[in-house]
C-alpha cells in the first residue's frame, strides 16, 4: 500500500471527526441555561458522598477477600445492598411523614 491511500483515509477521518465536533458545539449551545440546572452545591454533595461510598466498598471489599475470598465479599456486597435498601426506606418514610 502507497503513502498516498493511507494520508487520503486519514484525512477523511480528521474531515468526519472535525464535523462530528461542530455538531457537538451546536448542540451545547442550544442546551438549556445554567439557571435551570442542578445547584453545583447539590452536585459536589452528591459527588463527595460517591466518593467515600466508593472508597468505604472498596476497602471494604479488600479487607472481606483477605478474611475469606469471594465468599466475604459477596456477603459484604449483600449487606451493602441492604443497608442502602434500608436507608432508602427511612428516607422515604420520613418524607411522607414530613410532606
Given at each position: ?24 458545539r451546536k ?47 459477596c456477603t459484604?456486597?449483600v449487606a ?20
Open positions: 500500500m502507497s503513502p498516498a491511500p493511507a494520508k487520503a483515509a486519514l484525512t477523511n477521518v480528521s474531515k468526519s471527526l472535525a464535523q462530528s465536533r461542530v455538531g457537538m448542540d451545547l449551545r442550544t442546551a438549556p441555561s445554567p439557571r435551570s440546572a442542578i445547584p453545583p452545591r447539590l452536585v459536589h454533595r452528591k459527588d463527595g458522598r460517591m466518593f467515600v461510598g466508593g472508597a468505604v466498598g472498596s476497602a471494604g471489599a479488600s479487607l472481606a477477600w483477605e478474611f475469606d475470598g469471594w465468599a466475604a465479599v459484604f456486597g451493602l445492598v441492604a443497608v442502602a435498601v434500608g436507608l432508602h426506606a427511612c428516607g422515604r418514610v420520613a418524607e411522607k411523614r414530613v410532606g
